[in-house]
């Protein structure tokens, strides 16, 4: 047991010098004997040292005249602070006095020095644990960016994110947000860049991560697709949204999308709006549709390809419902058999002016190549049609509209007259 030192360096485990008490520092001049010196140890050393390692800890040389050593200890914050360590997915720090256990409730402060690309750990020398957001979910890529200053708060078996992190905040989307979906990629990225290690792996991954940041944002988020490949078409697109998804216009038959399943239309919108622009859609399903917009959603298509699976007539590829429209603002390539290119049902389909819709193989439409009914309306009087299909060329019932403004009876492709009924009408 080491003794109570002089009044300038108190007795501490960092200091060897030791010595017994001198005849001023002995109460009335009373000596006392080894048992009266241990407890004096005890109760004044023990103490004083702990105050003193505390101090000297944070770093700070003491100042001999001015009691405020422990208070400033305390304020820098330094004992539980660190510039992180390891790699950017398995951080490690190093405190002092070093951590030997996990204790819940235990706060350190690290300095990122390098952005993580997705799930993470801290190792703080007593072993590594996951560090989680508020929600206990893993990080995601960008959850722990380069130079900031974040607070981990230990649970016992995780070091939890004081405060919301990054990929679970949501924020307006500025004017050409772009995020990156690969077939090599991963859902839990960020789709920030357009490399394996950051795009998301399918368009629903892409969408949900939209949901969750930017919502049905004022500005269109564009979902690039990063590579050619096959591409799972997403099951929900949230209501408010306002994506753009893109592949190549100079390469539209490589970026292929699909039905994620095989008893759904390839694409739904509902009250959202969405630009399909260089890309194929293909139908796996007989009697799916292969572009709907439905429940006020509005779906515009560039540069796009329709095709089918060896076997499969789908119903229509541009297809309008319930308040709904769907609008081909650029080329469009029909190279597949269905029951209707364009079907309005309480909803419209317009070509824009100028826009070619090319007929591509020898083609069926079993319906009409244009079927509108219940108030449904096709606008058809600035396409610009190429090739030719068997079938009826349009079907107008229940007071739907096929309108080419003029056109005449054989404007739009078909093998045989169009007929109205029950209140349809053809101008």
Request: aromatic residues 8%; contains cysteine.
């Amino acid at each position: 047991m080491a003794f109570y030192t002089d009044g300038v360096v108190p007795w501490n485990s960092l200091d060897n010098n030791t010595r017994g008490p001198i005849t001023s520092e002995l109460e009335g001049g009373y000596p006392c004997g080894p048992a009266d010196q241990e407890l004096f140890n005890w109760t004044a050393g023990w103490p004083i040292g702990n105050i003193w390692n505390a101090i000297l800890s944070a770093g700070i040389t003491p100042d001999t005249d001015k009691l405020l050593d422990l208070a400033r200890a305390i304020q820098n914050g330094k004992m539980n602070y660190a510039v992180a360590g390891g790699t950017a997915n398995a951080l490690t720090v190093a405190l002092t006095p070093a951590i030997t256990a996990h204790v819940a409730g235990m706060v350190v402060r690290l300095k990122i020095a390098t952005s993580n690309t997705g799930a993470a750990t801290l190792n703080d020398g007593a072993g590594a644990l996951p560090i989680t957001t508020l929600k206990g979910a893993a990080l995601a890529g960008g959850d722990l960016p380069a130079n900031a200053i974040l607070t981990f708060i230990c649970t016992g078996t995780s070091w939890m994110l004081a405060g919301q992190a990054y990929s679970e905040t949501f924020q307006p989307a500025a004017a050409g947000t772009t995020v990156y979906v690969r077939t090599d990629g991963n859902d839990s990225n960020n789709g920030s860049a357009n490399t394996a290690a950051a795009a998301f792996a399918t368009i629903q991954g892409a969408i949900n991560y939209i949901a969750a940041h930017y919502g049905a944002s004022a500005n269109a988020i564009t979902i690039q697709l990063g590579i050619t490949g096959t591409y799972a078409a997403p099951t929900s697109i949230f209501p408010g949204a306002s994506i753009n998804i893109k592949g190549d216009v100079a390469n539209a038959s490589g970026y292929l999308i699909q039905q994620a399943t095989s008893t759904v239309d390839v694409l739904t919108v509902p009250g959202a709006y969405c630009l399909l622009q260089g890309l194929t859609l293909r139908n796996m399903n007989n009697g799916s549709h292969w572009a709907t917009a439905t429940n006020g959603g509005l779906i515009e298509l560039d540069n796009v390809r329709f095709t089918a699976n060896a076997g499969v007539t789908g119903y229509s590829m541009l297809h309008a419902v319930y308040g709904g429209s769907v609008r081909a603002i650029g080329p469009i390539t029909v190279a597949a058999s269905c029951q209707a290119i364009f079907l309005g049902s309480a909803g419209s389909v317009n070509v824009l002016t100028g826009v070619t819709v090319t007929l591509s193989g020898s083609l069926t439409f079993s319906q009409a190549t244009a079927v509108a009914y219940a108030t449904g309306a096709i606008f058809l009087s600035g396409a610009v049609f190429s090739g030719s299909a068997t079938g009826p060329r349009y079907l107008a019932t229940m007071n739907g509209i096929v309108s080419t403004q003029g056109g005449g009876a054989s404007f739009i492709p078909g093998s045989t007259a169009g007929s109205t009924a029950s209140g349809g009408q053809y101008d």
